[in-house]
């Protein structure tokens, strides 16, 4: 009784904040329950005027409740089935958009990590150059004989582990009453949700592991063409400290700097997608947290990823699964698209395996042969959503 107590406390301190920085007028009242609607009425009273778009009230939001809810955002950027398109869309801006913390604990941290002082593990030491939820990157310099490399050092934010499992338990709390209360919930998972989430941040604070998915990453993709991964420095390395090879590249996001460069786009554009797949379906192991921050195109012109903290792992069932569904979207097959969904038991064995290849087949149209820009994602994912409750899929 305590705890749920608790836990409701912490739970409407955070409602509070959206509702003040005006989160809560971003939610589409026709779509909740009459008393829902009412609470969110009363909610919006104490929102204060903001001149900011719908992406800078997200961001203040989640930034002054913390590290946990700025990774929760980006999470559900990835989950537009969750949250919707747009709102997904607003989240993206909490990428790498995280104020930094105190040089001076920074320093403490590597040394206390490492075991020897900061000037005996790096020759040079430079203040954050990109602050995250979990951890900040510092560019340094180490010395090897009579020349010195470049590397970047992540480090661990303070305190972070211990703020992450008191809000875990709050968004456990919050998912197991949703499934509860609202019936309609248990199709999306909430409790999944936050399983996932709670697994990608044990990995993601101990750096040591992430390090280890990057030597993986490398030494699976040392022949890829057009790709690398930057090596890991182990002698400098340890749970709250990840030092690598420096990269100097440009972000992707950063159009002006590849145009610059010569860097062709509908070139890198395919390694991107080349990437992925060849990760995912040949390797089974592939980076899952591939926005514009986390990747990197260097003055050859190869992409260049970073940020191993959450990867994805297929068995070889899942990946000849999807490699059909693939293939079914783009050669039009979707007779057998659909008899894919039903043998890897995405779709209930009681719907019928015909009437869900014309759903297929009305996601597929639309979109064949068409090139990005002239596809909606909002109508796609929400056609995609309709679809899956129809089919009961999870």
Known sequence: MIAGTIHLVRLARAGFVFAREGVLGLVDPEALPPPARLALRLARIVERPSAGTRSDRLTAALTRLGPTYVKLGQFLSTRPDVVGAAIARDLESLQDKVPPFDQKLAEQIVAETLGQPLAEAYASFGPPIAAASIAQVHKATVREGDTLREVAVKVLRPRVADRFRADLSDYYFAARLAE??????????????????????????????????????????????????????????????????????????????????????????QTVIQSFLRHALRDGFFHADMHQGNLFADRAGNLVAVDFGIMGRIGPKERRFLAEILLGFITKQYRRVAEVHFEAGYVPAHHSVDEFAQAIRAIGEPIHSRTADQISMAKLLSLLFEVTAIFDMK
């Open 180 to 269: 509860r209360l609202v019936p309609d919930s248990r199709r999306l998972m909430p409790v999944g949700i936050v399983d996932t989430l709670a697994r990608s941040m044990a990995i993601e604070l101990d750096l040591r592991l992430e390090a280890a998915a990057a030597s993986e990453m490398a030494e699976r993709t040392a022949d890829d063409p057009g790709f690398r991964v930057p090596s890991v420095d182990w002698n400098r390395t340890g749970r709250n400290v990840l030092t690598t090879e420096w990269i100097d590249g440009i972000k992707l996001g950063d159009q002006a700097g590849l145009a610059a460069a010569g860097v062709d786009p509908r070139a890198l554009g």
